[in-house]
Nanobody, 115 residues
Framework: QVQLVESGGGLVQPGGSLRLSCAASVSIFRLYTMAWYRQAPGKQRDLVAGITSAGYTNYADSVKGRFTISRNNAKNTVYLQMNSLKPEDTAVYYC?????????WGQGTQVTVSS
């Protein structure tokens, strides 16, 4: 099981930006597919963005052009740069690490977009 610790959440005004970070405690981090999910109150947890070990990325339609996922394998960290934030982006954001039959989750970080 990979230990994941998210940081960077907070309160931001509409149109603002935040960068989330997720640090992983695993020596072979570079072999994992990493992803960010989010869950708003009363809703299911949905994929926001993912990045494979080869660096291929995918995004939910609702965040394309506004969010960017990246990874630094030397730091065992994955990032989510969120720009042009909207109130509907408000949710708890979770980091996920996946490889084979391993599927690990962080504790989540709250992002609130409000004026």
């Amino acid at each position: 099981q990979v230990q994941l610790v998210e940081s960077g959440g907070g309160l931001v005004q509409p149109g603002g930006s935040l960068r989330l970070s997720c640090a992983a405690s695993v020596s072979i981090f570079r072999l994992y597919t990493m992803a960010w999910y989010r869950q708003a109150p009363g809703k299911q947890r949905d994929l926001v963005a993912g990045i494979t070990s080869a660096g291929y990325t995918n995004y939910a339609d609702s965040v394309k052009g506004r969010f960017t996922i990246s990874r630094n394998n030397a730091k065992n960290t994955v990032y989510l740069q969120m720009n042009s934030l909207k109130p509907e982006d408000t949710a708890v954001y979770y980091c996920n690490a996946y490889r084979g039959n391993e599927d690990s989750w962080g504790q989540g970080t709250q992002v609130t977009v409000s004026s």
